[in-house]
C-alpha cells in the first residue's frame, strides 16, 4: 500500500508551531526549502536540462539562472505560488495553517492569523490552496489480499423555504480501506486493532447496483476483499472481479459496529464535518466538501505530504501543476 508516496527523508517537516518557525524563519529559508523541494538532486534547468549549481541574483531570491543557457527559472513557476507577489514565507505559514488546523477556519481567521494587512489576499490564498484539496485522489485503493468497507449513506442539510424537517437528502458511496496494526503497538486503542487508511467518496444519484459498483469499481482496485451489508446493490460486486462478503444487518447496531465499524466512523466523522460548515452544505457543492474532507482524512498522519500538495511543489508524478488544477478539464472531475 504506497499510502506514503511523497514522504522522503531529505525534507523535514515541523510537528508544532516552534519547530515550524525553526525551519520557516524567514524568506531565504523558504525559499530554500522550496528548491530542495523541487530539485531534491540539485538544480536541473528546464530549458536545457543542465544540472548543476545555477546563478544566483541577490535583488531577485527566488530566481535561478542557467549556468549554460543564461534561462531564468522562477522557483514558484507550476507552484500554487506561481506569479504571487506575497512574500514565500506567508504561503509556508498559510499552507502550515491549513493543513495541521481544524477545517472550515474562515478567511477573517486566516488574516488575523498571518497578521495580513489586506482581507483579499488572505481570501485569494485561501482558496488557491483549498483548490488543491478539492481535486479528487484518482487513484484506486486497496489491491489482492486487502480489505475494504463499503457502504452507503444520506446526508441532507436544511433548505430554506421548504418547511420542517430534512430535504435535500443526498446519498454518498464510501469505501475505506481496513488496516491491522501490529499487537505490539501502543496505539491499539480498539481491541480488533483496526483502522482506517485510505477513504474514497461519491455522491450517487440512487442506490442501485449500477450506482454503487460503478463507484466501487471507480474506487477500488480489483481483486480487493469488500464487506458491505447485504443490500441488493452491492449484490454483483463478486462478477466484478471482487471478493465479495455480505453482512446480514437487519437494522441491528451491534452486528453493524462488528462487521463494518470503519465506515461507519468515516460516515459519522465526515457528518460531523460537515455541519460544523455554514450550518451544511447543498447538495450541488457536496462532492467538492467530499474531497476536501477524503484530502484531510486520506493525509492526516501525513501532514508533511498535506503541506507539499497544497503548495503544488510535492514534485515528481503525483502533483499536478497549478495550471492543471485550474483547466477545464480537472475542474470538471468534482463540479
Ligand atoms: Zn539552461
Known sequence: MAIDVLERDDLPFPRSLPEFQRLFPNEAACAAYLEHARWSGGFVCPRCATSGEPYRISTRPGVLRCRKCRRDTSLTAGTVMEGTHTPLSVWCWAAYLVTSQTPGISAVQFQRQLGLSCYETAFQ???????G????????????GEIVEAD??????RTRGKGRGVHDMTIVAGAVEVRQRTRSSSLNKRKTGRYAGRVRLAVVPDRSAKSLCGFIENAVAPSTTIITDDWSGYA??????????????????????????????VFSNLKTWLRGIHHGVSPQHLQAYLNEFTFRFNRRFYPFNAFRSLLGIAGDVTAPTYAELYSKKSKNHYI
Open 125 to 131: 490564498i485561501l482558496h488557491k490552496l483549498r483548490v
Open 133 to 144: 484539496m478539492v481535486r479528487p485522489d484518482q487513484d484506486r485503493i486497496c489491491g489482492a
Open 152 to 157: 452507503e449513506t444520506y446526508v441532507g442539510g
Open 236 to 265: 454483483s460486486l463478486a462478477t466484478r472481479n471482487y471478493l465479495h462478503t455480505a453482512v446480514s444487518e437487519r437494522g441491528d447496531v451491534q452486528v453493524t459496529e462488528t462487521f463494518l465499524p470503519i465506515i461507519h466512523l
